[in-house]
């Protein structure tokens, strides 16, 4: 009897839930009418909305650099230096001062000293003049048509989020001869993010970045849907989510940002510990799963494929490009098993080594690694005959640990085969326990590389003996 007392009671609460979202969507549906007939004050239509500590000035003068490149000068921009200090306020004004007469004109300074690093975001919302909101990171950077990509897509697609495409970059900071900072890329731009928008991808990863993405400010000022401050990391994903669920995703098909993904120095990543990113990680899934989703997403099923995970082929040993790559869809059971197909490689001809990308992000185990090479006659290809290497760490036999991003796990033919189709199949764990990050010492590819090459020679020996 108890037990039916609560499913009644849940059924209740979710029915509550329901009708509440229900009732957002339906006021989000009139409010979308009146702007198509020109009954809502639609000037400016886009706020851009940048938080800043100050503690990159050079980062922060590109970003300027590039809101002063735009091809659309339609918009507001806010700058909210967030518990700076009084130097660090009057740098960040002198910055402001040496921008174009006109960007100067569409700028408010607006410091900020309390709260955590989400608390700006809802200042900003709540301050801004534009329909939409863009928020740009102060140590990224934008594309000359950011502004307007997205002025176009409020137009066209008013209600819902806008989701563009950014690509993320390795990049460091050295030291030329005088001892100022310079910001340098040190590899090329991945287009992992470049994917149109899934809400069931999204419920357990977020894949994307923020200043790939424009609000409508409706959902904030009128539906009651803010950011989360009690959340010190992945704030962005979490009202993505929220948001998503009542207004619903525009995919944008262009590269509006570059993600710069620090080697050095402090990020976000590194303020805060481990620990603090598991618990919002576990706390935004479980968030997610109940939460109720008003807004009718066509994008599921068959776009169901994890972003990050690509293969690549290669004519030359062990020389991967983004040229000749492959993004495998994907299925996975109720026991976190991950079963990828990759078909039809016999048209790339020959190959001499593939590689296999079982996510884009590390801090990642992949364990009970599996994968059969089949060839064009239907027979598998010895594993024997390649020789496996990986960025990371083989902590037992079939099992790996990647501490950084972009986990690879790669093999080199002792000769080019022609391949018909890969099966791999894993589980991944998202969490590194802590016996992890000990793991045994493995030789590296190029000793057995050697120690194979040698072997070879032997038995060449033997035979002639």
């Not at 807004?295 to 290669?314: C, H, L, Q, W």
Request: charged fraction near 30%; glycine fraction near 4%.
């Amino acid at each position: 009897m108890a037990d039916q007392m609560k499913k009644i009671e849940q059924g209740m609460q979710d029915r509550e839930k329901y009708l509440e979202a229900k009732a957002k969507y339906d006021r989000l549906l009139k409010h979308i009418k009146e702007f198509k007939e020109g009954k809502v004050n639609d000037k400016p239509l886009l706020t851009c909305i940048m938080r800043t500590q100050g503690k990159r000035r050079e980062a922060l003068e590109e970003i300027l650099l590039c809101l002063s490149a735009q091809t659309c000068h339609d918009f507001e921009f806010i700058i909210i230096p967030h518990k700076v200090s009084e130097d660090s306020l009057k740098e960040i004004t002198e910055m402001i001062s040496e921008l174009p007469k006109w960007l100067q004109d569409n700028t408010r300074i607006c410091p900020l000293n309390e709260g955590n690093r989400t608390t700006p975001l809802n200042y900003g919302f709540s301050i801004a003049k534009g329909l939409y909101a863009a928020i740009i990171d102060d140590d990224d950077l934008i594309m000359e048509d950011y502004v307007e990509t997205f002025i176009n897509g409020i137009k066209e697609n008013y209600g819902t989020i806008l989701h563009a495409y950014t690509v993320p970059q390795d990049w460091t900071v050295i030291k030329d001869k005088n001892n100022e900072n310079i910001l340098r890329a040190i590899a090329e731009p991945l287009d992992i993010y470049c994917r149109k928008f899934s809400i069931e991808n999204e419920m357990t990863m977020n894949f994307c970045p923020l200043m790939g993405q424009c609000f409508p400010l409706y959902a904030f000022r009128e539906l009651d849907i803010k950011f989360d401050e009690s959340l010190d990391t992945t704030e962005d994903w979490d009202y993505l989510m929220r948001c998503a669920a009542i207004c619903g995703v525009t995919d944008i098909k262009r590269v509006v940002a570059v993600y710069r993904m620090w080697k050095t120095g402090e990020s976000s990543r590194t303020a805060h510990s481990k620990k603090v990113w598991d618990d919002n990680y576990k706390m935004l899934v479980k968030r997610f799963s109940e939460m109720q989703i008003i807004y009718p997403f066509k994008n599921t099923g068959e776009d169901r494929f994890p972003i990050g995970v690509e293969a690549f082929y290669s004519n030359k040993k062990g020389h991967f490009t983004q040229g000749k790559h492959i993004i495998p869809k994907f299925d996975h059971d109720d026991n976190g098993l991950t079963r990828v197909n990759i078909p039809n490689l016999e048209k790339y001809g020959p190959l001499i080594s593939f590689r296999f990308d079982p996510d884009s992000n590390g801090n990642r185990v992949v364990n009970n690694f599996a994968i059969k090479f089949i060839l064009e006659d239907g027979s598998e290809l010895s594993l024997e005959k390649a020789n496996k290497y990986t960025n990371g760490v083989e902590h037992v036999k079939d099992s790996y640990t990647f501490l950084d991003d972009d986990p690879q796990i790669c093999f080199n033919f002792e000769k080019a085969v022609v391949i018909s189709r890969v099966e791999i199949q894993y589980f991944i764990d998202e969490f590194i326990k802590d016996k992890q990050y000990k793991p045994k010492k493995v030789r590296r590819p190029f000793i057995k590389r050697v120690k194979n090459k040698i072997k070879k020679i032997l038995r060449w020996i033997k035979s002639r003996l």
